[in-house]
């Protein structure tokens, strides 16, 4: 899916104070009430509150999220409802978002001022993608995907329950109610989904009859005389692919293997959607391979062709921004959170350098709350160092403790039991369940889902063939704050290398990159690249003795792409059956009730949040928060699928 930059709406009023739309020439709502339009339209059409009753999981597709007055009318609901669904998601795309502040004054004075308040705080930067806003911590999920819901429909993944048809009229916006956009809606609906719109028009009748809905005219609101209902109701329904089904497990119980940050934000994804989960590890504490570095960053990144790579770290970025957020709000973490530069690759002078830059940002429409391209000026003030040029300055990025940030995901949460010293040599499937047994057999835990977020002794436990990860050798220094020489920025600053602020009396810096090298001791020489790249970010090089220096050595987890593996373990015993359409992830089928969880190389304090909510949700069910072109992107069945498409050449 190609992002397209944003045109964010305009708003204006009728005299009588509604809410209208200069570029379409259309009122938002009628003058009866947005509120009380969307009770009667489209909860009251789609029989709610009463078919969310009792169940676990209810979702609402809404094809333009407009002023949300559609969404905070039913997040109402919900509240107000004793008998309401363990969790309410709530998906809408939105080609023209407002901007915060026209938000907020389209919701002062709102007549449900404390969600309207929550609504206008939890608003996202207007950046390409799917924005994940948690609400009434976490049962309460929108989903607002920014662009044209043509483009979004076929990326959506999610079992819908109910359709919000809502834009402006159709001959105001025809696209919005084109054939292929109702059509679209049939293969997102689950069995008995409902639809309603406040439009009684013929073609969007049409439209959804020929998407397999059974279509009703009924009493129209604030003088309408008609509105239209529909219930799914197809001939037939297509069996959906086999790489992303829910686990067909009886119980929700869960063993994740591996406490970094890939394991502990797993397990932390998975409790939050109910499931009970153990977490095991050989070692004593969680974090103590690469994830125990003192000190990482997060940030985003920039690429004039907006590839995979480029839009998931945008999402992951922005995703953990707001986890953060919501996390130090509960508990103390230490780190940097008010921004990250990162250096520009050297142009034959400053102004071309930011030129490239600013034409990046307009090639991508990445907002300033994202990234700013920053003169030599203003990234010396920034940083607090003689940086050589211009710099990337991305708002929310900084650095933090992972180990930190990998326990406060599993502390107080009662779903999660932490089993330390639990060495797992083996898998072995037994009825509906997966034992993990030690170097005797001996069983260590079981449970019908198991999560492999061991880093490179995932492919080692799996045995799997078609599977390119590496581990990396990375080596980090440890400065003392006063050495001589040695220039302490004031936020993190990155380029071939990175430096961190003081922290305890320390400065961290680094790192090394040494594919294969099993190495476990520090090395002068890799003390010395590192002072290297202190000086060209700095300009000056800290004077010490490096044979003396302290600091880490890790192995990074990476795949060939540099992308995430995750999902479900693929079967590659299908690569031997004649037939077997397997040239797509999402066609190739996996073991039962096995998952991966690994590769997250150099990013995991920036991927791990968003990855692991991925994976949940594709074991839970649950709306997935990633377009399905990236999910695609990171399943760990595309190696499978790759050597179907480009076998290697015999001999």
């Given at each position: 899916m190609k992002s397209a930059p944003l045109q964010p709406a305009e708003i204006g009023f009728t005299p009588e104070g509604v809410p209208w739309s200069p570029l379409f020439g259309d009122v938002y709502h009628t003058a009866a009430g947005a509120l009380a339009q969307a009770r009667h339209v489209f909860l009251g059409g789609n029989g709610l509150p009463g078919r969310w009753q009792g169940r676990e999981r209810f979702t609402v597709l809404e094809t333009g999220f407009g002023l949300g007055n559609n969404f905070l009318a039913t997040w109402a609901a919900w509240r107000e409802d004793p008998q309401r669904c363990e969790r309410l998601y709530f998906v809408s795309v939105e080609k023209h978002p407002l901007r915060r502040p026209d938000l907020e004054r389209v919701h002062a004075g709102h007549a449900l001022p404390e969600l309207a308040r929550a609504l206008v705080d939890a608003w996202p930067p207007l950046a390409p993608g799917l924005h994940t806003l948690g609400f009434d911590d976490g049962r309460v999920t929108l989903l607002l995907a920014l662009g044209d819901v043509a483009d979004w429909l076929p990326q959506l993944a999610a079992s819908v329950d109910a359709f919000y048809l809502d834009g402006f009229a159709p001959a105001k916006n025809g696209q919005m109610w084109a054939p292929q956009v109702l059509k679209a809606l049939g293969r997102l609906a689950a069995p008995g989904a409902t639809a309603a719109t406040w439009s009684a028009a013929r073609g969007v009748r049409d439209g959804l009859a020929a998407a397999g809905f059974e279509v009703e005219r009924a009493p129209g609101f604030g003088g309408k005389r008609d509105m239209t209902v529909a219930r799914h109701a197809p001939r037939f329904r297509a069996e959906g692919p086999r790489g992303w089904q829910p686990a067909a497990a009886a119980t929700r119980e869960a063993v994740i293997v591996g406490a970094g940050l890939a394991g502990c934000a797993a397990a932390h994804a998975l409790a939050a959607l109910g499931w009970h989960c153990e977490l095991v590890d050989r070692h004593p504490a969680p974090a103590?391979?690469?994830?125990?570095?003192?000190?990482?960053?997060?940030?985003?990144?920039?690429?004039?062709?907006?590839?995979?790579?480029?839009?998931?770290?945008?999402?992951?970025?922005?995703?953990?921004?707001?986890?953060?957020?919501?996390?130090?709000?509960?508990?103390?973490?230490?780190?940097?959170?008010?921004?990250?530069?990162?250096?520009?690759?050297?142009?034959?002078?400053?102004?071309?350098?930011?030129?490239?830059?600013?034409?990046?940002?307009?090639?991508?429409?990445?907002?300033?709350?994202?990234?700013?391209?920053?003169?030599?000026?203003?990234?010396?003030?920034?940083?607090?160092?003689?940086?050589?040029?211009?710099?990337?300055?991305?708002?929310?990025?900084?650095?933090?403790?992972?180990?930190?940030?990998?326990?406060?995901?599993?502390?107080?949460?009662?779903?999660?039991?932490?089993?330390?010293?639990?060495?797992?040599?083996?898998?072995?499937?037994?009825?509906?369940?997966?034992?993990?047994?030690?170097?005797?057999?001996?069983?260590?835990?079981?449970?019908?889902?198991?999560?492999?977020?061991?880093?490179?002794?995932?492919?080692?436990?799996?045995?799997?063939?078609?599977?390119?990860?590496?581990?990396?050798?990375?080596?980090?220094?440890?400065?003392?704050?006063?050495?001589?020489?040695?220039?302490?920025?004031?936020?993190?600053?990155?380029?071939?290398?990175?430096?961190?602020?003081?922290?305890?009396?320390?400065?961290?810096?680094?790192?090394?990159?040494?594919?294969?090298?099993?190495?476990?001791?520090?090395?002068?020489?890799?003390?010395?690249?590192?002072?290297?790249?202190?000086?060209?970010?700095?300009?000056?090089?800290?004077?010490?003795?490096?044979?003396?220096?302290?600091?880490?050595?890790?192995?990074?987890?990476?795949?060939?792409?540099?992308?995430?593996?995750?999902?479900?373990?693929?079967?590659?015993?299908?690569?031997?059956?004649?037939?077997?359409?397997?040239?797509?992830?999402?066609?190739?089928?996996?073991?039962?009730?096995?998952?991966?969880?690994?590769?997250?190389?150099?990013?995991?304090?920036?991927?791990?949040?968003?990855?692991?909510?991925?994976?949940?949700?594709?074991?839970?069910?649950?709306?997935?928060?990633?377009?399905?072109?990236?999910?695609?992107?990171?399943?760990?069945?595309?190696?499978?699928?790759?050597?179907?498409?480009?076998?290697?050449?015999?001999?």
């Open positions: 103590q391979e690469a994830s125990g570095n003192p000190g990482g960053l997060f940030h985003g990144i920039v690429n004039p062709q907006d590839g995979a790579h480029a839009r998931f770290n945008r999402a992951a970025a922005l995703h953990l921004e707001r986890m953060l957020k919501a996390l130090r709000a509960t508990r103390p973490l230490a780190g940097g959170f008010d921004g990250l530069l990162r250096l520009q690759a050297p142009r034959p002078s400053e102004d071309a350098a930011l030129q490239a830059m600013q034409q990046a940002i307009a090639a991508t429409g990445l907002p300033p709350e994202y990234v700013r391209a920053v003169d030599m000026a203003e990234a010396r003030a920034l940083s607090g160092l003689p940086l050589p040029g211009p710099a990337w300055f991305y708002p929310g990025g900084g650095w933090l403790r992972p180990g930190e940030l990998a326990r406060a995901w599993i502390e107080d949460e009662p779903r999660i039991r932490w089993r330390p010293g639990l060495a797992v040599q083996a898998l072995r499937r037994a009825g509906e369940r997966w034992q993990l047994l030690d170097a005797h057999g001996r069983v260590l835990a079981q449970a019908p889902v198991v999560v492999l977020a061991n880093a490179n002794d995932a492919a080692l436990l799996l045995g799997l063939r078609h599977w390119p990860l590496a581990p990396v050798r990375g080596q980090t220094t440890f400065l003392p704050a006063g050495t001589p020489g040695l220039r302490v920025p004031l936020r993190p600053v990155a380029g071939a290398g990175y430096l961190l602020p003081a922290h305890d009396g320390q400065v961290l810096c680094g790192a090394t990159t040494l594919h294969h090298d099993p190495d476990p001791a520090l090395r002068e020489a890799d003390h010395l690249h590192n002072l290297a790249q202190v000086e060209r970010l700095t300009g000056s090089r800290p004077h010490v003795d490096a044979a003396t220096l302290p600091g880490r050595v890790g192995w990074r987890c990476v795949a060939d792409d540099r992308l995430p593996v995750l999902g479900g373990v693929p079967d590659e015993s299908a690569l031997q059956q004649p037939g077997e359409r397997l040239d797509h992830p999402r066609f190739v089928p996996r073991v039962p009730g096995l998952y991966v969880y690994t590769g997250l190389g150099s990013r995991g304090i920036t991927w791990s949040a968003l990855a692991a909510q991925v994976l949940a949700a594709g074991i839970d069910g649950a709306p997935c928060p990633l377009e399905a072109d990236l999910r695609e992107a990171l399943d760990a069945a595309r190696f499978v699928s790759r050597a179907v498409r480009r076998p290697a050449p015999p001999g």
